[in-house]
């Protein structure tokens, strides 16, 4: 019967989870004049790490970054290939975007080009390597950090999803205490109209008598 040592029980795990939150590649074809936008979502204090590579031709092609609030993460004209890394004190939406310079005055055939783009977040973005090195670790203690790194970043997310859950049911709970109240004093402006009416006809035909 096979058996596995501890090293390969701990690199079993670290590629489960890797899977789990692995980086998100893409490639797409930008047409001259078109810009083309991607949405991402940057958890608090979490590192995204983006490459990218522009296929060879003409016009450029510029890449930037940007947060909710307009602030420029990273510019790059006339992008062709390299990598991009921003971190966010806060939860955010940033956008990424890729823009095709049309420039009417050049003779230069025009054709759309092929971005690849791959983001990388958390512990997926780190240079382990470079940890190895710095903190002199072993192979297997490497893979140990990792593996608590990436245990932590799980953590986080569902830590992450029950404030949501938390914020929604609040949200919901509000929404339900207002319409309810909203019901009663609608009830109660059709109580006192109705009132009001049968009064109103009341004294009208005693009037007519």
Not at 9 to 28: H, K
Request: charged content about 25%; overall charge neutral.
């Amino acid at each position: 019967m096979a058996s596995f040592r501890p090293g390969q029980c701990i690199g079993v795990a670290a590629v489960l989870l890797s899977l789990c939150l692995g980086a998100n590649g893409l490639s797409f074809h930008l047409s001259p004049g078109a810009k083309r936008c991607l949405k991402e979502e940057v958890h608090k204090q979490q590192m995204v790490v983006g490459q990218y590579t522009i296929s060879e031709g003409d016009p450029s092609v510029s890449l930037l970054v940007t947060d909710q609030a307009g602030h420029t993460l990273f510019s790059k004209e006339n992008a062709k290939q390299g990598k991009f890394a921003f971190t966010e004190d806060e939860f955010e939406v940033v956008d990424i975007c890729f823009v095709s310079h049309s420039n009417a005055v050049s003779g230069h055939i025009k054709s759309s080009r092929e971005v690849k783009l791959t983001l990388k977040h958390g512990s997926e973005a780190r240079n382990y390597d470079q940890i190895a090195k710095a903190e002199k670790l072993k192979p297997l203690e490497l893979e140990l950090r990792r593996l608590e790194d990436l245990a932590q970043e799980v953590v986080n997310d569902f830590q992450y999803m029950r404030e949501r859950e938390k914020e929604m049911r609040d949200t919901n709970e509000s929404t339900n205490s207002r319409v309810f109240w909203f019901s009663i004093f609608s009830i109660g402006c059709l109580v006192t109209l109705a009132t009001w009416q049968v009064f109103y006809l009341r004294d009208y035909f005693k009037k007519q008598k």
